[in-house]
């Protein structure tokens, strides 16, 4: 869910610590410039596959 937040796809409920910081954080945000689509794991709880060491 917190994906389709961040790309202003989906509205959340703010609890109460946040709510006074989340319309300044939304107005923030900017559209990201690209060529092409490219894959990007929304997820990233160490299920996802990467090359070396994780970063610390």
Known sequence: MA????????????I???FTAYPTLLELRRPVK???AQLIHG???GNECRRGPPAS
């Open 3 to 14: 994906d389709r937040v961040a790309w202003g796809e989906q509205d959340v409920d703010v």
């Open 34 to 36: 690209q060529n092409a």
């Open 43 to 45: 997820d990233l709880t």
């Open 16 to 18: 109460e610590d946040l």
